[in-house]
C-alpha cells in the first residue's frame, strides 16, 4: 500500500522560512505527478506547485519566486521550501502525488496535512 507521509511546519514570524518534506513509500513502480496544496481555514483547498510528467515545477502567482518544489528520487521525498513567509500563508499544507502501483494501475495519494502558521 502506498503512503505519503509528512513532515515539517510549525510556527514562524512573517518573513521567516520552513520547509515540508514528503516521502512515498509502499509499492511504487513510477511517480507520474506531484503536487503541493494548502488549505486555510474557510477557503477550498488550492493548488501551489506541481510536477508533471518530469517537467519543471509550476507555481501560482502568490507563491512564486518565495515557495521552490524540489524532490530526493533516491528517497522517494517531495520539498517545499518556503521563504519569505506571510501571515496569508497560514494554511495546512498537504502534498499529492499520482503514483503507478503497477504497469496497469495509477492512484492519487496524498498527505496526512501539516499546519504552517505565520504570524504578523
Known amino acids: 500500500q502506498v503512503r505519503l507521509v509528512q513532515s515539517g511546519g510549525g510556527s514562524v514570524p512573517s518573513g521567516g522560512s520552513l520547509t515540508l518534506s514528503c516521502k512515498a513509500s509502499?509499492?511504487?513502480?513510477?511517480?507520474?505527478?506531484e503536487s503541493w496544496y494548502r488549505q486555510a481555514p474557510g477557503k477550498p483547498r488550492e493548488l501551489l506547485a506541481n510536477f508533471i510528467n518530469g517537467a519543471g515545477a509550476t507555481y501560482i502567482d502568490s507563491v512564486k519566486g518565495r515557495f521552490l518544489m524540489s524532490r530526493d528520487d533516491s528517497k522517494n521525498t517531495l520539498y517545499l521550501q518556503m521563504n519569505n513567509l506571510r501571515p496569508e500563508d497560514t494554511a495546512i499544507y498537504f502534498c499529492?502525488?499520482?503514483?503507478?502501483?503497477?504497469?496497469?494501475?495509477?492512484?492519487?495519494?496524498w498527505g496526512q496535512g501539516t499546519q504552517v502558521t505565520v504570524s504578523s
Open positions: 499529492a502525488a499520482r503514483i503507478m502501483s503497477s504497469v496497469t494501475e495509477a492512484d492519487v495519494h
Open positions: 509502499g509499492r511504487i513502480v513510477g511517480i507520474i505527478d
